[in-house]
T-cell receptor
């Protein structure tokens, strides 16, 4: 069993839909990253959070430390949101990554 | 730009060749990380530097992999006698963190896609 699991693995949506990507982890963590990876490999950090909720534009990230679960929400999705979204948790000394959720948003 | 840069962006090597992948971190970033990302997978940790010191190399898959950061800025990941299973995207990230246990945001480079034929 992977220490960080994401669901779904693949997600397709129509433009405008509300998107939710989930991340569950089994290790003790100090913080959690949500990352966005576009084709070609470049990774951009979206959020770093250790409790509660953060919002940036159309993106919202929440974390429940007791349940070891985080969600990334995208409101009013757009084709340019199409990417792989990766959850990474900060264990005792290094980041542990999920395998990612591939999102495709169609116009 | 002021981001993390990596070169080359793409590298094709024949099996058995040696390759060297370069990472230029953000200026002033103390910590530097190398990750390996196989197709369809999330990145996996390879090694970590704090300045010029390689503090953790537990993720290097074999002794054919070697990383250095001699002056505490630019880093090179070298793979000797490449094998097909080495084909992956190699990502570099840097951060302001001065401790392996502290959590500062990591800034990722665009990666080097290595294909071993």
């Amino acid at each position: 069993k992977n220490e960080v699991e994401q669901s779904p693995q693949n997600l397709t949506a129509q433009e405008g839909e509300f998107i939710t990507i989930n991340c569950s982890y089994s290790v003790g963590i100090s913080a959690l990253h949500w990352l966005q990876q576009h084709p070609g490999g470049g990774i951009v950090s979206l959020f770093m959070l250790s409790s509660g909720k953060k919002k940036h534009g159309r993106l919202i990230a929440t974390i429940n430390i007791q349940e070891k679960h985080s969600s990334l929400h995208i409101t009013a999705s757009h084709p340019r949101d199409s990417a792989v979204y990766i959850c990474a948790v900060k264990g005792p000394d290094k980041l542990i990554f999920g395998t990612g959720t591939r999102l495709q948003v169609f116009p | 730009g002021a981001g993390v840069s990596q070169s080359p962006r793409y590298k094709v090597a024949k099996r058995g060749q040696d390759v060297a992948l370069r990472c230029d971190p953000i200026s002033g970033h103390v910590s530097l990380f190398w990750y390996q990302q196989a197709l369809g997978q999330g990145p996996e940790f390879l090694t970590y530097f704090q300045n010029e010191a390689q503090l953790d190399k537990s993720g290097l898959p074999s002794d054919r992999f070697f990383a250095e950061r001699p002056e505490g800025s630019v880093s090179t990941l070298k793979i000797q006698r490449t094998q097909q299973e080495d084909s992956a995207v190699y990502l570099c990230a840097s951060s302001l963190s001065t401790s392996p246990t502290a959590f500062y945001e990591q800034y990722f480079g665009p990666g080097t896609r290595l294909t071993v034929t």
